[in-house]
Structures are given as structure tokens and as C-alpha cells.
């Protein structure tokens, strides 16, 4: 398999593939900066790292937006047979057509979290793309984080929830964190309660046992301490503005893949 574009994703990808058991002669990098080639070479000595594209059957694009159409002919006339594009809205359709020869596309949606192996991607099929094709991206991408199946069409919601989601999280623990030094806690003791309170509750949410609503029901005692607190957040319209900050960055997403 090949990855095309060794950044941070590609080699989240690579790293990933490698740590659940992909046998790192099975692996090709093709990077074109001599540096960034270098430092690949150094961290994963036994994958061939080259700086063009090579015959390969399965290839992931890992190359930035506008590199996806020349990057979608290079492997289609070095004889892919199916690609796996995480560049942020560019369509399935268009990879198909960049190619030029019948070619099984798979477009996903990662987001950021994947650089640690905590990612989160939804993926989509092309119009040839197979129930295979499909199982292989799931593997793929199931190195780094989980994976959902969505149609095409609701990848732009995707990519104003999980994609830009992120940067949400960070923005609240920076306001939790500044908040906490305001009520007049040491700076590294807001940020080391404000980072393991985010995680905890992540892993409570995540463990399935309980709706978002419940466990927030779970911690707000009548007349208590978090009842005003979450009482102050809806009258600022907290909930109202992630609503919209999802809605825009998902219109963002549309205006970009036109």
C-alpha cells in the first residue's frame, strides 16, 4: 500500500498501520520534500520512503486539497486500483474523473485526534467504490481512531461536527482554564483539572452507559452549585452557539467542495 503525502496525517496513518500490525515492507511513503523525506526515513527505517508515486493497488491521498487531482492520475497510471482520499472537500466524483481510468474511491472526513490514535472519521463510498473497498478504509483508518459510514452528502456535517470539532474542545478548556485562574487557582492547576475533567467525562460518555443529558443530570443536584453554573451557560446561549458554529463550518465545507 501506498501513502501519498507524508504530513502529519500521512504518517498518523503509517504509524498507526504499523503499530496494529501492517508489516512495514508492505508500505511505501511517497513525500516530495527531501526534508520531510529524511525525517521518515529516520523514524520508519524498514518502509521504502520514496519522493514519486509507485505501482501500488490500494493508495490513501494524504495530499493537500489542491493535490488531489494530479496526485488521483499519477497512482491511477501507476495502475491503482482504489484510493482513499482524506482531503477536506474534495468529492469523490472529482477524484474519479482526476483519474481518468476506472478507479474505486473512498473519501473520508479524520480529524486531528488521529495524530494520537483517538481519531474520529466518517467515510463514503464512490459510485464504484465496493463492499470491499469499503472494509479496506474502515482498516485503514481504524488504525487511528473510529470509523462510521455515512453517504457522501452528509460529509459536510461531518466536517463541521467531528473534523472542526477539535478546536471547539480546545477553545472551552481555554475558557475553563482562564476561568479557573480568575477564581483564583494557579495557572498549571486550572490547566491540569480543566485537561483530566475534559478527558474524564470524554471516557464516561465514551463507555456507552449513559446519554450526554443523563450523566449531566447525574452531577447537577437541585439548588446546587451546577445547576447555576449550567444556568449561567444557557443564558449566555452556549448550546444555541455550538449549534450554530456547526451549521456554519458545515456550510463552509459545502462552499469549498463546489
Known sequence: MLIVGG????EALLSGLLEAGRPPGELSVAEVSATRR??????YPAVTIVDGVVPAASVVLAVKPGDVPGAARAVADAGARRVL?????VTTKSIETAAGRPL??????????????AGAAAISPGSTASEDDLTWAEAVLG?????VRVPEGALDAV??????????VFLVAEAMIESGVLAGLPRDVAEKLTFHTLLGSSRLMADGGSTPAALRAAVTSPGGTTAVGLRELERRGVRAAFLDAVAAAAERSRELGR
Open 159 to 168: 466536517t463541521g461536527l467531528s473534523g472542526s470539532g477539535p478546536a471547539y
Open 104 to 117: 474505486a474511491v473512498v473519501r473520508a472526513m479524520p480529524n486531528t485526534p488521529a495524530l494520537i490514535g
Open 38 to 43: 529524511d525525517e521518515l526515513a529516520a523514524a
Open 143 to 147: 488504525a487511528v481512531g473510529v470509523v
Open 7 to 10: 504530513g502529519r496525517m500521512g
Open 85 to 89: 482520499s482524506v482531503a477536506a472537500g
